[in-house]
């Protein structure tokens, strides 16, 4: 998965010895509150959009050839992009909207579960625990 694009607070804990802890806690909670992950922004995955929209190429090649191609993706985020090439490419910008609010929520959820973990292991820390 590429990280040049992702959330600024996944991309601070990347190179830090609490990564992988915070993103299996993430998962985790993602699991329990029954919510799907984003780590891209909706400016990041609309651009991708257009990018795709306007190479109309890539629409067209087989499947397995797009997953390639977009495989720092998570599914979830996979999905999102292609409902936003085709929202694109319909003009549906209340569809683009909905899908941007929707990125929005999901990155919500994910700084506020790691800025929480990142908070709980500074005081853990202080304590000594």
């Known amino acids: 998965m590429g990280y040049s694009m992702m959330l600024k607070v996944i991309k601070e804990l990347k190179n830090t010895e609490h990564y992988k802890g915070a993103m299996k806690h993430l ?7 029954g919510f799907e992950l984003c780590y891209y922004t909706p400016n990041e995955l609309f651009s991708m959009a257009e990018f795709v929209v306007d190479n109309s190429g890539i629409q067209s090649e087989h499947e397995g050839i797009k997953r390639e191609l ?3 993706y998570s599914p979830y985020e996979y999905d999102l992009l292609w409902q936003l090439v085709s929202a694109l490419r319909s003009n549906d910008l ?3 909207d909905q899908l941007k ?3 929005k929520i999901s990155n919500t ?3 506020r579960i790691l800025s929480n973990y990142i908070m709980t292991i500074k005081i853990k820390t202080k304590l000594g625990v």
């Open 109 to 111: 959820r994910v700084r």
């Open 94 to 96: 209340a569809m683009v």
């Open 101 to 103: 609010t929707e990125i």
């Open 70 to 72: 977009f495989d720092r």
């Open 27 to 33: 998962l985790t909670k993602s699991r329990s509150e």
